[in-house]
Every structure is written in C-alpha cells, then in structure tokens.
C-alpha cells in the first residue's frame, strides 16, 4: 500500500487510468468484432460502414498509445482487405 501523499495520489491516477484504458479496449475489440461478423454474414454494406467506424477508433488508440501504431496499421489492412475481397 502506499505511504506517502505522491504514492496514493498516482495509485489513484493508475487505477482510473486502467480503468478507462479498460473501457477503450474493450470498445476497440467491439467495433472489430462488428467488422468481422459483417464481412462473415457477407453483408458489403454493414461491412464497410463497420470498418469506417472502426478505422478512426483505432486511430485515436494508436495516437494515445494504448495499441502500437503497427497493430492499429495491421488490423486496418486486414480488414480493408476482406471488406474489399465481399
């Protein structure tokens, strides 16, 4: 546990951190999932405006660090590919 003013104040900013980082991970994994089961459903429409969606979020996380920019870039093509492949 922490002892000192500084140390509870950053556990306490480490914990809502954590918590958001949470939130933002979780919504990153939704809005991929929502691509995928389009592009499986073979729904060209759904599929795009999912990915259109996704690509910004995805974006926004690599910016803010929370994905590396490799895997924000990596999940973008590979589903462009499949969107485009419909």
């Known amino acids: 546990m922490a002892n000192t003013v500084q140390a509870r104040k950053r556990a306490r900013q ?16 939704t809005e991929i999932k929502k691509v995928i089961k389009a592009i499986e459903a ?20 690599a910016t803010k660090g929370l994905i590396h920019k490799n895997k924000a ?3 973008q093509s590979r589903l462009g590919q499949h969107v485009r492949a419909l």
């Open 14 to 29: 480490a914990e809502d951190r954590r918590q958001r980082n949470d939130g933002r991970r979780s919504e990153m994994r």
């Open 42 to 61: 073979g729904d060209k429409a759904a599929a795009a405006d999912a990915f259109k969606s996704a690509v910004p979020l995805l974006d926004s996380l």
């Open 73 to 75: 870039a990596r999940h």
